[in-house]
């Protein structure tokens, strides 16, 4: 009767410290898992807060860039427009020497280079209307 008792509670010693270990595991398990899927979370934010800041300073950038272009541009055209309004050609600037050659100082030889399209520009070297027009579209393609 004794060897029966003694049986039974080895039996169940087994099966408690079985039990324990499983649930031991178990946690482990579950814990590594949790920290793992954390982890990943964690580095999968950071990476996309990463990019939104890039995309941010390059936009920045971009916008900087583009109104300091126009600001130049609109300081050419002012000297522009008083080269083309006054009387004569001031010779100083690229403009009024390009626009000298081979014409006459009449007004309708100053106001002709007025009508180019913008390759028109780009062809003559006009590049301040390229300065304005590049930067602007690639900003407008940026937004799209």
Known sequence: MA???LVVVVVLVVVVVVVVVVVIVVVVVVVVVVVVVVVVVVVVVVVVLVVVVVVVVVVVILEVVVVMVAVVTKVIMT???VCIDSSSYCNSCSFCRRS??????SISSKSSSRGRSFMGSLVAGESD????AIPMMMVS???I
């Open 3 to 5: 060897a029966a008792v």
């Open 79 to 81: 000297i522009k427009a």
């Open 100 to 105: 000298s050659i081979g014409s006459s100082n």
């Open 129 to 132: 209307t390229a300065l304005v």
């Open 141 to 143: 393609f940026f937004y």
